[in-house]
C-alpha cells in the first residue's frame, strides 16, 4: 500500500488526500520567428543552434517546453492552496512586517 505526506506540512495522509497538479508553458509559441527576420539569416541562425544542440547536447528551446507540477495535500494544506494558490497572501504579511 502506497503512503503519501503532504508535500506542504509533510503530515502523513489518509484517505482524505488533495492533488495539485500544476502545468507552466507559454502562451506563445517558441519557434513563431517574426518574419521580417527570417530570409537567409534565418538559415544561419539554424545552423548555429543545431550546431551548439550538437557541441552541448542541450537545446535553447528547452526552457519553453510545458512543465509539470503535482502535488500531494492535507485537507488543511488543501483550503490554505485553493484560497492563495500562488502564496500572494504569505508575500503581502512579509512585505507588511518590514514595515
Ligand atoms: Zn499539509
Redesign the pocket.
Known amino acids: 500500500m502506497l503512503h503519501f505526506s503532504?508535500d506542504?506540512?509533510?503530515?502523513q495522509l489518509g484517505e482524505r488526500r488533495y492533488v495539485v497538479k500544476l502545468e507552466v508553458y507559454p502562451a506563445f509559441d517558441p519557434e513563431d520567428f517574426d518574419e521580417d527576420d527570417l530570409d537567409a539569416d534565418h538559415l544561419q541562425e539554424l545552423s548555429e543552434v543545431i550546431q551548439e544542440i550538437e557541441a552541448t547536447g542541450k537545446t535553447e528551446l528547452e526552457d519553453c517546453s510545458s512543465k509539470g507540477f503535482r502535488f500531494d495535500?492535507?485537507p488543511?494544506?488543501h483550503r490554505k492552496f485553493v484560497k492563495d494558490p500562488l502564496g500572494r497572501d504569505a508575500l503581502r504579511r512579509l512585505n507588511f512586517s518590514k514595515n
Open positions: 503532504c506542504l506540512c509533510g503530515q495535500l492535507c488543511v494544506c
